[in-house]
């Protein structure tokens, strides 16, 4: 809803409308902040619109699932599967009932994380600092038509 659809057009991608787009997907991967508007998005409603196939992905906050909803529609059969980093309560308890689902996959909120993580972090944290520096772009800048190096 943020995006003018001549940019989506623009970029080869085709504009829909939430109804439209959690209908016709396969996998939905979350990635947006729990704000008031957020909070619950994928609801009862929303999951009795997706595919008995689909595939939830959230790596955003635990707040956006109604974890309620998403347990019936996983035990049910409304969707295929779910993949969580992150909870409505974290640390998540041991009687949640995602724990014994089997179209399910549980990671602790560090999907991301790998043996040179830490290695990388740091490096491409220091290289991007050096480039702003020295008037150079960064390797992947966001936003870059906003951004002008010194």
């Not at 659809?5 to 939430?18: D, L, M, N, V, Y």
């Amino acid at each position: 809803p943020l995006i003018p659809r001549e940019r989506i057009t623009a970029g080869g991608a085709t504009p829909a409308g939430f109804d439209e787009l959690i209908s016709t997907s396969d996998f939905i991967t979350l990635h947006m902040p729990l704000i008031e508007e957020t909070r619950h998005l994928i609801n009862e409603r929303a999951l009795r619109l997706m595919k008995p196939h689909a595939v939830l992905i959230n790596t955003s906050r635990g707040g956006v699932v109604d974890e309620a909803a998403l347990v019936r529609a996983l035990r049910e059969g409304g969707i295929g599967g779910a993949g969580l980093d992150v909870f409505e309560q974290e640390p998540v308890s041991p009687g949640n009932p995602l724990l014994k689902l089997d179209n399910v996959v549980l990671t602790p909120h560090i999907a991301g994380y790998s043996d040179i993580f830490h290695d990388c972090f740091w490096r491409y944290s220091v290289e991007t600092a050096l480039a702003l520096a020295n008037g150079l772009w960064p390797r992947s800048p966001l936003n870059r038509a906003d951004i002008t190096p010194r």
